[in-house]
Structures are given as C-alpha cells and as structure tokens.
C-alpha cells in the first residue's frame, strides 16, 4: 500500500512541529516547504535522522519547489507573518493575505485533490481567503482553531479538577481570538457537565483564559507564539482524515445557513473524514450563545471586508 502524502507550507514553528508529530505518528511521508532556501531542507534532515530512534518508517523532504509537493493528499498552510511590535492588525491581514493567495495557488495546481487544513492567522479569515482562491468546495478547506481552543479549555479543566485529561471533552464555539464561544455547558468529565462540578465564578474565568490562551503564551514568549499545542491540533485533523475516522471535531467551517450564518468561515462541530468535512453538526443554542456566535460571525465578517473575502 502505497503511504499518504502530506505537504506542510510554511518551515516555521507551527510547520516544523505539525512535520514532526505527522512523522512521529507514522501518518503519512511529509514534504515541508518554504520560501526561505535551506530552512525546510535542513528541518526535515533533521527529523528524518530521527526516524530511526523513533523506530518510523516516512518520508520526509524539505524544499522552495512546489514540483516536490505533487499528489500530497492534505496540505497544511502554516504560511504567514506574526505580529510584530507596533504592526496593526489590519497590515498583518494585509501581507497574510497576500502570502494565503500565492501558497494556496501554487499547492492546488501541484495537488488538484488535495484536501487543505489552513492555520495561518487570522484564521478564519485566511480560511476564507483560502477557500476563494482555491475554488474547491466547503468540504476540501477545513480551518483549525476550534480544536486548539477546546485543547486549551480541556487543559484547564483538567488541572481545575485534577482529573486526567483523558476525561475531559470540551467544545468552544466561533471565531479563533476573543471573541471565542466557550461552551461550558457541552464541556463533561466522564460524560459529567462541568456546569455541575465548577462553581459559576471560577467557569467564567477558566472560559476567559480559554479566550485569551494564545496571548498569555505570547506575553512569556514575547518573541514568538503558541506552536506545539497549534501543530498537534492541526495534525489531529490530518489524522481524522488520513484514517477516515468521521470524528467531531471543532473547526472554521464555511457556513451556508448553518446556524443563522451565511457565506462565512466559523468555529462549528465538524465531523471529518477521507472526503474532509462531512457534516456540520448543529447543536441547539441558548439565546445568550446565539447572540455571542453572531458576535464573534461579525468580528470575522469584517477581517473579511478589509482584505474583499466577504
């Protein structure tokens, strides 16, 4: 049988690591690449060298050649800037934007069937970027946030309680950013809603730095961001569909009507499979997190607007 092939764009942090845990999974042969020569070519060197210890049988290139990237089956953009100092959201949006267009072009006329999972930032909106440059169905450009984000509630949750994690199933709503959805009330241990094991004060604090994860790791960093917990979220997907597990995970999926939602990218229930997404599960809201879903639609219709996505 003949090993899946999987292209990561972008040799940075998020890209090298989900390389990393798509090898040591033995998921799939991994090519990793980037605009910067030698970058992807000596990163994936180096993990392949690791094979051995880890006793894994891939695959790995690294390359500046989308030639070299040929009938991968998912491709994973990492692609994309981080926020500097000083640096508005708006320009961030700006070069992303343009980095999103030229990569997602390039990997499609390389991989006509690819599936693609987009992680660059702002998510959602280079989601959509994505999905309209590649022309594809809703089903072949999957988002990745509401897995991390539910990682990150999940991590929480556990310690709060001391419990294995292993117990602990979360799900968070919306946009990736602040205006996230935390859904306490779907959230359990051992099928138990954690509505009934954490006092109300102590929940809303827990959602809130849920909400804010991705910058309390920034401010310790201060030269960098989040990238384990993002690439291992990201290759979560990739299994789901390499292996045809049509399991429900969080992701930015396009809406078409879906909760009172139309023609956006939006953290939703997703199940994923070997056609990618296969079914957006709708679950019934409250008044208070419909209103706070729409809130957080807003927020990412107007990302949209600025870079003409919407």
């Known amino acids: 049988m003949k090993r899946k092939k999987v292209t990561v764009i972008g040799a940075g942090n998020v890209g090298a690591t989900a390389a990393h845990w798509i090898a040591s999974k033995e998921l799939a042969d991994v090519v990793l690449i980037d605009v910067v020569e030698g970058v992807p070519q000596g ?31 998912i491709v994973v953009i990492t692609a994309g800037i981080a926020r500097k100092p000083g640096m508005s959201r708006d320009d961030l949006l700006q070069t992303n934007y343009k980095i999103m267009s030229d990569v997602a072009e390039k990997a499609l006329a390389a991989s006509p069937n690819a599936i693609f999972i987009i992680v660059s930032n702002p998510l959602d909106a280079m989601a959509q970027t994505a999905f309209r440059k590649l022309g594809l169905p809703r089903e072949r450009v999957i988002g990745m946030a509401g897995v991390l984000d539910s990682s990150r509630f999940r991590t929480f949750i556990a310690e709060e309680l001391e419990v294995s994690v292993e117990n602990v199933t979360a799900f968070v709503l919306g946009g990736h950013g602040d205006t996230m959805v935390p859904l306490s009330r779907y959230s359990t241990v051992a099928g138990i809603p954690i509505t009934e094991l954490i006092e109300p004060a102590k929940l809303k604090a827990l959602e809130e730095r849920t909400a804010n994860g991705g910058a309390e790791i920034v401010k310790h960093l201060k030269t960098g961001s989040a990238y384990y917990a993002p690439s291992a979220s990201a290759v979560e997907m990739v299994e789901a569909i390499l292996k045809d597990k049509k399991k429900i995970l969080p992701c930015a999926a396009y809406l078409q009507g879906e909760y009172g939602i139309q023609g956006l990218y939006v953290g939703v229930p997703c199940k994923l499979g070997a056609n990618g997404l296969e ?32």
């Open 43 to 73: 990163k994936a060197l180096d993990l392949l060298q690791a094979m051995p210890v880890e006793k894994r049988d891939v695959a790995i290139i690294g390359t500046n050649d989308y030639a070299d990237t040929a009938n991968s089956d």
């Open 279 to 310: 079914k957006i599960i709708e679950i019934k809201l409250t008044a208070e997190e419909k209103v706070a879903l729409q809130k957080s639609a807003d927020a990412v219709k107007e990302l949209c607007s600025v870079i003409g996505v919407a």
